[in-house]
């Protein structure tokens, strides 16, 4: 029986050739549009982030009194998170492991500050639109709560109508997207933090896609809809730093507009012999140097840095528009607005051409309602790679019109 765990140790250059020799098989990150790729080793941005956080490689965020240098990178990237949402005095950032997390934790507050204020809702629920991110049905379950989701609008963009109509005693919080991940759209997110103000409910944004993206294409003049706290009645956003904020995976933010929340979203315990324990996010021990790596590629970049990154997905994603709408037969599900681009095609199989764009490299997800192949936009690819990618699709398309290839995805996996 082979076993996988040696009886001597080997030396660490055999395990850093078979490190290398695995990476073969990964798809190259230019060609990737399914999550961020982070570039190749010698890019700067990722020297930045990889010098960072080596530094504080194994430093940890809890017990930060003997690491006074995490508290500092942490302490920094909150207040940087703040800046950018627009957040009020006495608002409170916690950098959480990814955007399931952040969602988690606004679940989490929904339902502790509901036994508060909303003593009634002795089974409490959160009313969002069909396309939020599953995270809220994942906290949901741990929490013992219901997620109810409503119909979108023919735009895929929330229906606040619906979500009106939805609203039941149980009710504590609801929800909007900047934009949705299944179609790129941004929710109304004035409409819905409005009907919560209205009926004395909580609102969280989940703009983990576009939390780092949207304002600052807003800054570029793009006529985008606003999410941040400088809407009235928006209680609490998720936003990832690990995607268009463009640090290292395994990192996210949860933000508050009241500190005061964090009551409800903090867990302390002093019932034991050592003293008191309290975190605000789900792990205790956590590694800072996912943190080092965010602060330094956003000390890096600057506002500067972040418009000239929103300017390239701009660039990117109307070459990518204006390409796929001169293939015949193909067209876009929806007007790409925050580095999401959406096509199906007309009278032929999308999802044979997901297949066919595989087999050339281009490593493709597909959207199932409506059939539709999605691509998340990436600021570190180039023109090239793109004149490269639509080349590929205009023959694959010709040859599933041909009925050469043939579908062999069965099932539209996040994955």
């Not at 034991?272 to 590629?297: C, E, I, K, L, Q």
């Not at 309602?369 to 600021?379: A, Y």
């Not at 010709?398 to 099932?411: C, D, H, L, P």
């Amino acid at each position: 029986m082979n076993t996988m765990f040696p009886q001597k140790g080997l030396h660490w250059k055999l395990l850093e050739r078979e490190l290398w020799e695995s990476r073969m098989a990964d798809a190259p990150w230019r060609h990737g549009s399914t999550y961020m790729y982070w570039p190749d080793p010698g890019d700067n941005l990722h020297l930045v982030a990889k010098e960072a956080a080596t530094i504080l490689y194994n430093h940890r965020l809890l017990g930060r009194t003997g690491n006074p240098s995490a508290l500092k990178v942490e302490t920094e990237v909150k207040q940087m998170v703040l800046e950018i949402l627009g957040a009020p005095e006495g608002a409170a950032t916690t950098l959480t492991a990814g955007g399931t997390e952040s969602n988690y934790h606004a679940v989490k507050v929904a339902r502790d500050w509901a036994r508060e204020h909303l003593p009634e809702a002795r089974a409490p629920e959160v009313v969002t639109p069909y396309t939020a991110h599953p995270s809220f049905d994942k906290a949901a379950q741990i929490l013992d709560m219901k997620i109810v989701r409503v119909p979108v609008g023919a735009d895929f963009r929330a229906d606040v109508g619906a979500m009106a109509e939805a609203i039941g005693a149980n009710t504590v919080m609801l929800v909007g997207s900047s934009p949705a991940f299944p179609h790129g759209r941004i929710d109304p997110i004035a409409e819905i933090a409005a009907l919560a103000q209205e009926r004395g409910l909580r609102c969280h944004v989940d703009a983990c896609v576009g939390g780092f993206l949207v304002p600052f294409l807003r800054k570029l003049g793009r006529e985008l809809e606003n999410f941040d706290f400088a809407i009235p009645g928006v209680s609490s956003i998720s936003a990832d730093l690990h995607k268009f904020g463009l640090a290292p995976t395994g990192i996210s933010s949860f933000s508050l507009r009241d500190d005061a929340d964090l009551a409800h979203q903090r867990f302390a315990f002093d019932n034991w012999p050592y003293g008191s324990y309290a975190t605000d996010t789900f792990a205790g021990s956590r590694n800072a140097s996912a943190v080092a790596g965010a602060w330094a590629v956003m000390k890096h970049l600057g506002e500067d840095g972040y418009l000239e990154k929103a300017r390239d997905i701009v660039r990117i994603t109307d070459l990518l528009q204006s390409g796929i709408e001169a293939i015949d037969g193909l067209k876009l599900v929806a007007p790409p607005e925050a580095g999401i681009v959406l096509y199906g095609a007309d009278g032929f199989d999308i999802v044979a051409v997901a297949d066919g764009l595989d087999a050339r490299g281009f490593k493709s997800r597909w959207c199932k309602e409506p059939p539709s192949i999605h691509l998340l936009v990436s600021p570190l690819q180039d023109e090239q790679i793109v004149v490269e990618y639509l080349d590929a699709l205009a023959g694959v398309v010709a040859e599933v019109k041909a009925g050469t290839i043939k579908r062999k995805s069965q099932e539209a996996i996040y994955a």
